[in-house]
């Protein structure tokens, strides 16, 4: 399969249907939404929702709106996590973060309305079964709550400056990220009726993905490298991988993550492939640490990275 092309569909259709839910409008709110929400961002995990439909055989159609639900508390999460109380970023998606440009006041509120319209989309999703759209919000729920990516972010900024062991980076992680990732999966295949064997393959996968997503995000910003944008992770000391099992551990570390959410589609065909495409292009950006790298997703850059983009295409699914 030509995994950018795929990639890049799904992008056009999320990014279309993102538009739509919030148009073009002169508050200054609704700017400061569009500004953070339209700026272009990889899209990884609604493209995961769909992947994850679609591999039920649900139409993405159905699966857009959760999608969209999650990008936006995605979005959400990074507005607050920009802000000075919090990573202090100047940078977000390639330009200046929304409390740069509109003040921390209305960065803070940009996060409540994307929360809060996440879920008025999933609810007014009347063309999925009553019973599936509730199962789906409960899941979104409890990814983005105190249990999931808030809880995470807050043993993140507890942890900030202080020696941490692996095991609770990895539960930061899991938490921060991989609780977003995982319920993308999930949601995906709870919209489309998945069978229990199938949900809990998927599960495995998304949980994999998720830590695996994390890693490379810091593997990326330690080396410095362009596709980081400038994050001061680094400089603020934070857990990761990266800075417990240095840069080559790290590095293993993603392919082992890999590799485990591979091992967990083995039994499904080729409609999983697009997961699996999506598994291997998470890591595969970690290669792109290079100066002549650039931030994309669905497009290799370096020579390493394409040659392992080919490689994962040609993988055997069964
Ligand atoms: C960045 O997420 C924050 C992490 C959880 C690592 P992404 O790398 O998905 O950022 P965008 O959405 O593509 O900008
Ligand atoms: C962000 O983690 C996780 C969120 C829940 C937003 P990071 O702080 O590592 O993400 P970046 O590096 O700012 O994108
Ligand atoms: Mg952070
Ligand atoms: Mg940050
Ligand atoms: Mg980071």
């Not at 490379?216 to 330690?222: C, F, K, N, R, Y």
């Not at 590095?251 to 499904?268: T, Y």
């Amino acid at each position: 399969m030509d995994v950018a092309r795929y990639l890049a569909a799904r992008v056009q259709l999320v990014n279309r249907a993102l538009a739509g839910h919030f148009p073009a409008s002169r508050t200054r709110l609704r700017q400061a939404i569009r500004y953070s929400l339209l700026a272009g961002g990889k899209r990884i995990r609604p493209i995961l929702t769909l992947a994850a439909a679609e591999v039920v055989g649900a139409p993405a159609r159905l699966a857009l709106p959760f999608a969209c639900a999650l990008e936006m508390i995605h979005t959400y999460s990074l507005v607050h996590d920009d802000l000075p109380a919090m990573d202090d970023d100047d940078l977000r998606r390639g330009r200046p973060t929304n409390h740069r440009v509109y003040g921390e006041g209305l960065a803070i509120l940009v996060g409540d309305a994307l929360l809060s319209e996440a879920f008025h989309v999933m609810a007014c999703a009347g063309a999925v079964p009553a019973r599936r759209r509730l199962a789906a919000v409960a899941e979104v729920a409890a990814a983005a709550g105190e249990e999931g990516m808030v809880g995470g972010q807050a043993l993140d900024l507890a942890a900030e400056g202080h020696r941490t062991r692996l095991a609770r980076v990895q539960e930061i992680h899991r938490r921060k990220t991989g609780a977003l990732l995982r319920a993308a999966v999930r949601m995906g295949a709870l919209i489309g009726g998945a069978p229990p064997s199938t949900l809990r393959r998927l599960t495995t996968y998304g949980e994999h993905v998720g830590l695996a997503f994390q890693i490379v995000d810091d593997i990326l910003d330690a080396a410095g490298a362009p596709a980081a944008d400038g994050h001061t992770d680094r400089a603020l000391a934070k857990a990761t991988y990266p800075a417990t099992l240095g840069l080559e551990g790290a590095r293993r570390s993603a392919v082992r993550e890999r590799d485990a959410a591979l091992a967990a589609l083995r039994p499904l065909g080729p409609e999983a492939n697009p997961l699996r495409a999506i598994a291997t292009q998470i890591v595969t950006r970690a290669d792109e640490t290079s100066a002549s790298a650039g931030r994309g997703f669905a497009a290799p850059r370096t020579p390493r990275a394409r040659a392992s983009a080919r490689a994962m295409t040609r993988e055997p699914h069964a």
